[in-house]
């Protein structure tokens, strides 16, 4: 259902639900990060600390992503992928465009490296409140965790689904929590307000440098999941998001921290846990049970999050398609990847085991987060410099002000690498490594495969001379390029002499749009005559979010030509399948590429699953192409 077809009060919610649940639940653990950096009993020292957060997310939240990225959609949709589109459908060419493609290759990567870290900090931190409760709960903050993690990753499969329309509701219990909680807090020692004042972190950076730069690498703990306003664009609208984000969000956020900071300043003893130190006493049960409902929620969110992700760069051809499932019929982004949420729930569990802790999983936490900022900063500067259009000038100066001061939050968090941050930087590389192998490995396949093609028209001429037989009933062969004979029907023709009487030759196209334009039509239709019967070439135009239904084309080229159809029985039709198997070669350096690329291919989804083929009528012809 798309955003204009809701009413806005509906998305408003909803966006609270989805889009800010890992933005909204980082006063659990933030504040407390950043304390660590520095000297909680140093008033000037926590002013500046609460307004290098608040200023933070003024700039990299409302400035960036609100102000700037919001307005760059493709089709409505948003996210660094889209940016990726939107280049490849610019005049950008060549080396800056192969550059593009590497750079949100990175960012892709860091993404799902974040991913791994964020459920585990999130729950981690709300099950620490029971050790506010009572420290006699401290051995299972730990359990408590894992418990509810594995529960989220288990739900998975069945989608959000109906407990999903309470997530909003949730999220405004837990903004209001916040708000009322912050202003009590502040209202004990109203020289937090100062924090407002830029001057204030600009006197704490002068006065203290070095602590100061170290404590950017926690504040960026502040704005993760900023991300997520540009990603779910296409999901709840510009509109939707900015007036959650202005009317909700960043009131509740701005006014929680300082009311950390507030208390903070009256008893510096608090920074081991500021949040719940906030909480009075009576209220910490309930706030510990909407809190953990909260993270659960952000967990939820940015593991479908990566799922997304997942599944766009496959139709964008950086990572092969993986087994994908829709869990709703009314949301069609509402997807499932087995294989990516059990190997995200080992990942996850792992790291809970792993730091034990949200105060040493901080220290992870940072770098992939800035440098994913940071790259869909780069890909709106090459977007905006491809467009060339009049009032881009202001959003050049703009984003190059912003991709200055992501630098330094980036440079801040290569401190934390040894202590926790190699961990989602590893995954970022190695995913990178993934991506980079799988881009390059089908360049070298299709070039090894050009010079063996043979021409659709060259083949059904070399089979008119050849005696072909006919063969009863219609096939249909799957190619990648309609004017190229299929490795099946070039084997049946040259091997077996024979050709069904109706041949279809089924090829697609993936435009650099989430869906196929309007004005395309699903499926085109073309006939000729062949040796034996008659050949149809239908050819589909996707976009890079969809994925080919067989059936549902051949259908639609039935209806749009029944007369040149009416002899494709679907019911009875055999299904054809090339599979191209890649073997290494070359030198070494190029060799170890190719392995990975051969590695990356045997995991990736058998085309009869990914196209859902039905196997009892469906014939797989392989062969290796040296590369």
Not at 34 to 60: A, H, K, Q, T
Not at 108 to 132: K, N, Q, Y
Not at 217 to 229: D, F, N, Y
Not at 439 to 449: E, F, I, K, W
């Amino acid at each position: 259902m798309p955003p204009s077809s809701r009413h806005p009060a509906v998305l408003v919610v909803g966006a609270l639900g989805v889009v800010f649940g890992d933005i909204g639940t980082s006063p659990l653990y933030a504040f407390r990060a950043i304390l660590g950096e520095g000297d909680p009993r140093d008033p000037v020292m926590v002013l500046g600390m609460c307004s290098l957060v608040i200023w933070s997310l003024l700039l990299v939240v409302t400035a960036l992503y609100v102000g700037l990225l919001l307005r760059e959609d493709n089709d409505g949709e948003g996210g660094l992928l889209a940016l990726l589109a939107l280049l490849r459908r610019s005049h950008l060419q060549g080396r800056r465009l192969r550059w593009a493609v590497l750079l949100a290759m990175a960012g892709a990567a860091m993404f799902l490296g974040d991913s791994v870290i964020t459920p585990a900090i999130s729950v981690l931190s709300a099950s620490e409140g029971l050790t506010v409760a009572s420290p006699a709960f401290e051995p299972w903050v730990v359990p408590v965790a894992l418990v509810l993690l594995a529960g989220v990753f288990v739900l998975q499969r069945i989608g959000s689904g109906a407990i999903g329309r309470f997530y909003g509701p949730v999220m405004v219990v837990w903004f209001a929590i916040l708000a009322v909680f912050g202003v009590v807090a502040l209202a004990g020692n109203l020289t937090a307000l100062r924090a407002l004042e830029p001057w204030t972190a600009a006197r704490f950076v002068v006065a203290d440098p070095a602590v100061a730069f170290l404590c950017l690498g926690s504040v960026v703990l502040a704005v993760t999941g900023a991300e997520a306003l540009y990603a779910d664009l296409g999901h709840f609208g510009r509109s939707a998001i900015t007036r959650s984000w202005l009317v909700v969000v960043l009131p509740a956020l701005v006014v929680a921290y300082l009311g950390e900071c507030a208390y903070v300043l009256e008893h510096p003893s608090a920074a081991a846990e500021p949040f719940y130190a906030v909480v009075p006493e009576w209220a910490r049960i309930p706030v510990l049970v909407v809190a953990t409902l909260a993270t659960v929620i952000a967990s939820e969110a940015v593991i479908a999050g990566g799922f997304t992700v997942l599944h766009q760069a496959g139709g964008l051809g950086l990572l092969p398609f993986l087994r994908t499932r829709h869990t709703s019929a009314r949301q069609g982004g509402q997807i499932y990847v087995p294989s990516a949420n059990w190997t995200m729930a080992v990942a996850v569990l792992g790291v809970v085991l792993l730091f034990r802790s949200s105060e040493k999983l901080a220290s992870a936490y940072g770098v992939a987060v800035s440098v994913t900022i940071m790259v869909t900063i780069s890909l709106y500067l090459l977007l905006t410099r491809a467009r060339r259009a009049d009032g881009d000038r202001w959003r050049t100066a703009a984003g190059f002000a912003m991709l200055l001061v992501m630098a330094w939050f980036v440079a801040a968090a290569v401190p934390k690498v040894p202590s926790g941050g190699w961990l989602p930087t590893g995954i970022g590389i190695v995913l990178l490594l993934v991506m980079w192998s799988w881009v390059s490995g089908r360049h070298d396949l299709q070039a090894a495969l050009r010079g063996e093609e043979v021409p659709v028209s060259d083949l059904l001429d070399r089979a008119s001379g050849d005696g072909t037989r006919a063969l009863p009933g219609a096939g249909v062969y799957l190619t990648d390029r309609a004017d190229v004979a299929p490795l099946a029907l070039t084997a049946l023709v040259e091997r077996w002499q024979t050709m069904p009487t109706t041949t279809v030759l089924l090829s697609w196209r993936v435009e650099d749009s989430p869906s196929a334009p309007a004005h395309e039509a699903a499926a085109t239709v073309r006939r000729f005559d062949g040796p034996v019967g008659r050949v149809l070439a239908v050819d589909a135009v996707l976009g890079y979010q969809e994925r080919l239904d067989v059936e549902h084309v051949l259908g639609e080229a039935r209806r749009q030509e029944p007369e040149m159809c009416e002899a494709l029985d679907l019911d009875q039709a055999t299904y054809f399948v090339s599979d191209e198997i890649p073997r290494p070669g070359g030198r070494w350096p190029v060799r170890w590429r190719h392995r990975l690329f051969q590695l990356v291919d045997r995991l990736s989804t058998d085309r009869v699953e990914q196209l859902a083929l039905p196997r009892d009528r469906t014939v797989v012809l392989g062969r290796e192409v040296r590369l």
